[in-house]
């Protein structure tokens, strides 16, 4: 970037800049308006990617200083000079940013990423708003991205909040000088460097503008009747444009250094594994460096058994040590993991330096575990058929996340991954197998699996509403059983909701004007025969029922099952 050569990003930032202040003159659907508000996300995460590269490149000013402060002492001090105008800039546009989503969504703004102000359905949680001015934001809500804007199509919030001709004094008219005056820092260290110069000129142009042959403020052409989604972005952008030529002046500061004189009188032994968890048959994989180097050589890096000699004196102990290969001044080192459990390792890293070879330890330790899958049935150690069976899965070592499950009878649903919580809903009696698999390194890798029998859900009892149960006998008053119309089901005792059967077809037997009569039924109901006979029942006699079937209703293909019979004693 010091060579004046804007990054594609940039590039494709100020095209859209561009396409963004043409479409917003016109009357635009709500869904170019959202389409915008996307954008403006896009530029915030570019703005954050920038500054983060900023902190490194401050990190690296500071080492050099602390080296030699002479010759780096200077850079490092214009280097932060434009860091702390810059700092003010972006936080004045992010002031900026929230009171114009806060006037349009009428005192409601969300802050940080989406999943923390909306539920699973993708609904603002109403409670999530801040609903407080920006004086009153804890300096932690003040760097967090705006993440929604509801009133996108507002023409009226950044004018009043920014600029009006009706004002002497307009935040907009301030923000310009600004960041002209920001501009104008960096043109003066850049002195020199005209393709920096001619970079800088480009992105910061806060020049007035002319529509139609006639002269527009600046201030008039971002802020005055912009739809609140315009002029979002426009400051967002403008926060891009402030990280990006702060990057660019500091890169080339930076440049400027002689890079003969940064020697570095400290230096630390550094590994650090892709993971310090392994599973068993896989490889144990580092990088090893030294934290601040000579770039001029690379190190020597032996993996093994050391001991310390004294004085910052090391030497490795034996001959079964390994010398590990540098790529690019890092080692990469690489062991298959065999035996289980903690495991540890070290070595020294060997650079030359003024005073003939030093030796710099390291340590570290990792975990090697076997392949193992955890699936624990909720509620039993069964799975029942045509029914969701709640299973609790994890695998150790890995996050929910990157776990997934699969079942080869019937199916398998996610209900709240993040805490590995599964349903299995199995087609067939017989045996079910629940399979684990995990994202490692990329791959999908299984991780176990466990087998589990299915089983039919167990039958109900048949039931006469209103019937009661006296020290183990049926009984019930014969109109109560009239009144009660029919034959129910009952399932008592099992702890999956929805499960519901129904009496397809039962047998009642009775004395009916003296004589022993029986009648079939077709579905719950009583027949009028039925009702005869329960009618004409003596109290004290019993009344039968039997040949009872029923079948589930919540549940294609399962079988009609046959019920135990019902003696009631009629009173």
Not at 221 to 236: C, H, K, R
Not at 289 to 295: C, H, R
Not at 366 to 386: F, G, Q, R
Not at 405 to 412: E, L, P, R, T
């Amino acid at each position: 970037m010091a060579g004046g050569i804007m990054s594609p990003r940039q590039k494709m930032i100020n095209m859209m800049y561009l396409v963004l202040t043409a479409l917003l003159a016109l009357n635009v659907s709500k869904e170019v308006l959202n389409s915008f508000f996307e954008v403006n996300k896009g530029i915030t995460r570019s703005t954050i990617n920038f500054n983060s590269k900023n902190g490194d490149t401050y990190a690296a000013f500071d080492a050099a200083a602390e080296v030699n402060p002479v010759k780096a002492g200077p850079f490092r001090e214009q280097a932060y000079e434009v860091k702390v105008e810059a700092d003010k800039l972006v936080a004045s546009l992010q002031e900026m940013k929230y009171n114009l989503v806060f006037k349009a969504d009428k005192e409601k703004v969300y802050l940080g990423p989406e999943s923390g102000f909306k539920d699973e359905e993708g609904k603002l949680i109403e409670e999530k708003a801040i609903t407080v001015p920006w004086e009153k934001l804890t300096e932690d809500q003040k760097i967090m991205s705006i993440a929604e804007l509801n009133a996108k199509d507002d023409r009226n919030s950044s004018g009043e909040l920014f600029y009006s001709d009706k004002r002497k004094n307009n935040i907009a008219t301030d923000l310009k000088n600004d960041l002209n005056a920001y501009k104008m820092l960096l043109l003066s260290i850049a002195d020199g460097n005209e393709s920096l110069i001619t970079s800088i000129n480009e992105t910061c142009n806060y020049e007035d503008k002319k529509i139609k042959g006639k002269k527009q403020l600046w201030e008039v052409y971002n802020f005055y009747d912009m739809p609140a989604v315009g002029a979002l972005t426009l400051l967002s952008k403008m926060q891009s444009d402030v990280r990006n030529t702060e990057s660019d002046i500091i890169n080339m500061l930076r440049e400027n250094i002689n890079a003969g004189s940064l020697k570095f009188t400290s230096a630390e032994g550094i590994q650090i594994p892709n993971s310090n968890f392994v599973l068993k048959g896989d490889s144990f994989r580092a990088q090893i460096f030294i934290a601040a180097k000579d770039t001029t050589q690379a190190p020597i890096i032996y993996v093994g058994e050391f001991d310390s000699l004294g004085g910052g004196k090391y030497e490795m102990i034996g001959d079964d040590y390994e010398t590990v290969k540098v790529v690019n001044g890092k080692g990469m080192f690489a062991r298959r993991a065999i035996s289980e459990g903690n495991q540890k390792w070290g070595g020294l890293i060997a650079m030359k330096t003024d005073n003939g070879t030093k030796m710099y330890p390291f340590r570290g330790q990792y975990l090697v575990a076997a392949k193992t899958a955890v699936v624990s049935p909720t509620n039993m150690n069964i799975l029942y058929l045509e029914v969701d069976n709640p299973l609790k899965i994890s695998v150790p070592g890995y996050t929910a996340g990157v776990i997934s499950a699969v079942i080869d009878n019937g199916k398998v649903s996610v209900v709240k991954k993040s805490l590995g919580e599964y349903s299995a809903r199995p087609s067939k009696k017989g045996k079910a197998m629940v399979s684990l698999f995990a994202e490692v390194n990329g791959k999908r890798t299984k991780m176990g699996e466990m087998e589990f029998r299915v089983k039919e859900v167990p039958p109900p009892k048949a039931k006469v509403q209103f019937a009661l149960d006296v020290n183990g006998t049926t009984v019930i008053d014969k109109m109560k059983m009239v009144n009660a119309g029919g034959l129910g089901a009952e399932l008592k005792d099992f702890d999956f909701k929805g499960v519901r059967y129904v009496i397809t077809s039962y047998r009642l037997s009775g004395v009916y004007k003296g004589e022993q009569m029986k009648e079939d039924a077709i579905g719950p109901k009583f027949t009028p025969k039925m009702l005869g006979i329960i009618k004409n029942t003596k109290s004290g006699n019993a009344i039968t029922i039997s040949n009872i079937k029923a079948k589930r209703v919540d549940a294609k293909n399962t079988a009609i099952r046959p019920l135990d019979p019902l003696v009631i004693e009629v009173k």
